[in-house]
């Protein structure tokens, strides 16, 4: 942590990332839940929102009872100290000079927004004011500082399906000859959300080290063709691209969603000779004949690869997939009933495991079910302190407490507008 910081934390102490403070600027997703990771296990998060301009965040999904809870707000806004601060710094240069006190009180800065290219604050600036910080910028295509093509940085829009589009991830998807679906769940967002965290903390302990802050360029494209794995070679090296093969893998027989007689799917991956064998002795084929690698990795379109994939499905068709879950899995193949997501979160196993938990919604007062904190640590796990604030609910005791200002020069600052009012 800033050992240069002698202001104190508002927030409880507990988690691996205690004494870690994180600023954020951005709207859903990537930046938020990046910083709210950190959050969640422990991280002071101070998360900057524009006077009167509430995170689209607050609009998701639907709302429930009649006190105004917002579910998908409540898990996606918590753990996070609400700052109401004008972010146009060239119509209030004061507002300049607080976002850089806060800067300065803090480990990590993770932004979102493109505004900061337009108001004039650059990681040189922010630097200057503390040399130890580490910046994480996310955006659609990068950022100029890291190469590219000027016409796609910084400005250029960009949301999750159309970075699925845009890094060829979505034209995978789907059957051949037909369009491509998107992939819901929003793997792209999610995804860079995730490489932020593993950067910002990854520099942060250099930084730890050396005294030296950083700059780390994160893009949802690029987030996308980081999961593509072994494609991505195989094209570069081999021009070659997978065909589209719908529900199943086109590597490996036995590896992907089937349909069974009562109509619903079951999803089977089998990803080496062992469990491939095991397989063939459940649906009663001969190993011998139909080999492993005669038939799978680049043979599944041989005779023989499409002869035992034909009879895969048929084997499957003529059973539930409860029944095939307790044929494979007793011989160690990964196997499931393709569940809805209201099935799997009422599931005993995830009930079981704590994962789903209620707390308090500061906006409604209503208690609110969510998703629990997650990776689980065992010695020092994170946990969720509070719920989403209202807009700008934390900005006095942030100003005052964190970065020292006196009530004259907080009031001086809501008399410009610089800073909101909570609540109003």
Request: aromatic share 8%; hydrophobic share 40%.
């Amino acid at each position: 942590m800033n050992e240069s910081r002698d202001r104190g934390f508002l927030t409880p102490l507990f988690g691996p990332l205690q004494g870690v403070r994180v600023l954020c600027t951005g709207m859903i997703i990537s930046a938020p839940y990046a910083a709210q990771i950190m959050a969640e296990l422990g991280a002071e998060m101070i998360w900057i929102e524009r006077p009167g301009l509430s995170d689209m965040g607050f609009r998701f999904g639907p709302q429930v009872g009649g006190k105004g809870l917002r579910p998908t707000f409540a898990q996606i806004g918590r753990n996070r100290l609400s700052v109401e601060l004008d972010l146009n710094f060239a119509k209030n240069p004061e507002a300049r000079e607080v976002f850089l006190d806060l800067a300065k009180q803090c480990d990590i800065w993770i932004n979102g927004l493109e505004i900061f290219d337009l108001n004039g604050t650059t990681d040189e600036m922010v630097l200057e004011a503390n040399p130890a910080l580490v910046i994480v910028h996310i955006s659609g295509y990068g950022r100029a500082k890291f190469g590219g093509l000027e016409a796609y940085h910084n400005r250029r829009a960009m949301t999750d399906y159309v970075a699925q589009a845009a890094s060829g991830y979505a034209s995978l998807q789907g059957f051949a000859g037909e369009d491509s679906p998107v992939v819901k769940g929003y793997p792209a967002d999610y995804g860079a959300s995730l490489w932020a965290a593993v950067g910002a903390l990854s520099a942060y302990i250099n930084a730890q080290h050396t005294g030296k802050g950083e700059v780390i360029d994160v893009s949802l494209t690029e987030t996308q063709l980081t999961t593509l794995g072994n494609i991505v070679p195989d094209y570069l090296n081999g021009g070659v691209l997978p065909a589209k093969t719908g529900m199943v893998s086109p590597v490996l027989i036995g590896f992907g969603f089937y349909k069974c007689k009562d109509g619903r799917l079951v999803s089977i991956g089998i990803g080496g000779p062992l469990p491939y064998n095991e397989m063939l002795q459940i649906i009663g084929e001969d190993p011998n004949y139909y080999s492993y690698f005669e038939c799978n990795m680049n043979n599944t379109n041989s005779e023989k690869g499409r002869e035992i994939a034909a009879k895969l499905d048929a084997f499957i068709a003529a059973r539930t997939p409860e029944e095939i879950e307790e044929l494979f899995v007793p011989r160690g193949i990964a196997c499931s009933p393709v569940l809805t997501v209201g099935e799997a979160l009422d599931h005993p196993h995830f009930r079981a495991r704590g994962d789903v938990i209620t707390y308090e919604d500061p906006i409604s007062g209503d208690q609110v079910k969510a998703w629990n904190v997650f990776p689980k640590l065992e010695k020092n796990p994170g946990k969720v302190w509070r719920g989403a604030p209202h807009l700008g609910q934390d900005t006095e005791a942030v100003l005052g407490t964190v970065l020292g200002y006196t009530e004259d020069k907080i009031r001086s600052l809501k008399e410009k507008r610089i800073v909101g009012n909570p609540h109003a």
